[in-house]
């Protein structure tokens, strides 16, 4: 797997992200899954892959903490595609045991309690989306996160044992939303109240002019530990 990944890691900084999704689709029939979150990115990835397939195989995750216009934009997007984007779920039990040993807000009282968190509600639902797949397509951009910085079009992703696909990700922001407003694709409405990154609601808030677009994601940490867990840095192909 590690000789195709190095392949394609070549052959796709040639390749416009249609054309790796494309190709992507065509060498691991069955086998491919996008994740989205139903970030600005991500509808991009999904109207790409629309046109590209009748039926894409797009997957959400819901941590049962998101905001109502994420779970708006689902139903608008399912709509405006004549989709049917899959809904994972985490695990009841291990919500209900984390909540009643440390709360129901625990993320707030320290980066371990809010890593349980996301692993509870984010990661554990992610490899059982995964499992069975060859690869795995994100909406991921460079610029997002001082932690995206060396990112690859293609990746080993070592955690979920998966190639990973990011096709967008040296896109600028200002190509994202060119590309959504030529399209008339669809987009979260807290976009357009000063949320350039959504996850879940308690751990995400509106930034001002001039912050960094992740700054409002788990504010209360450092830059460099503000990732989830869902995009941990692949080890070396």
């Excluded at 994740?35 to 990115?41: D, F, N, V, W, Y």
């Excluded at 995964?130 to 932690?147: A, D, F, K, Y």
């Excluded at 994202?176 to 109240?193: E, F, G, Q, S, T």
Aim: glycine share 6%.
């Amino acid at each position: 797997m590690n000789a195709i990944v190095s392949s394609y890691q070549e052959e796709f900084k040639k390749m416009t992200p249609g054309e790796m999704l494309s190709h992507i689709m065509e060498n691991h029939p069955g086998k491919v899954v996008f994740s989205t979150s139903l970030s600005a990115e991500d509808q991009v990835v999904t109207h790409m892959l629309t046109e590209l397939v009748e039926e894409p195989p797009i997957f959400t995750l819901d941590t049962g903490r998101l905001f109502y216009e994420t779970y708006d934009l689902i139903d608008k997007t399912n709509k405006h595609y004549g989709i049917n984007i899959k809904i994972m779920f985490p695990d009841s039990a291990r919500v209900e045991e984390m909540t009643n040993q440390q709360g129901i807000n625990l993320f707030y009282d320290s980066i371990a309690n809010r890593k349980r968190c996301c692993n509870v509600r984010k990661i554990e639902p992610l490899k059982r989306a995964l499992s069975g797949n060859e690869v795995w397509i994100t909406g991921l951009r460079s610029e997002q996160s001082p932690t995206r910085n060396n990112m690859q079009f293609a990746e080993w992703d070592a955690c979920n044992h998966i190639i990973k696909l990011n096709p967008i990700l040296a896109w600028t922001e200002s190509e994202v939303w060119d590309y959504i407003k030529a399209h008339n694709i669809p987009y979260n409405a807290l976009h357009d109240h000063g949320f350039p990154s959504l996850g879940c609601q308690p751990c995400t808030r509106a930034v001002n002019p001039g912050e960094d677009i992740r700054a409002g994601r788990w504010w209360w940490e450092q830059p460099e530990t503000k990732e989830c867990g869902l995009h941990l840095t692949p080890k070396a192909v």
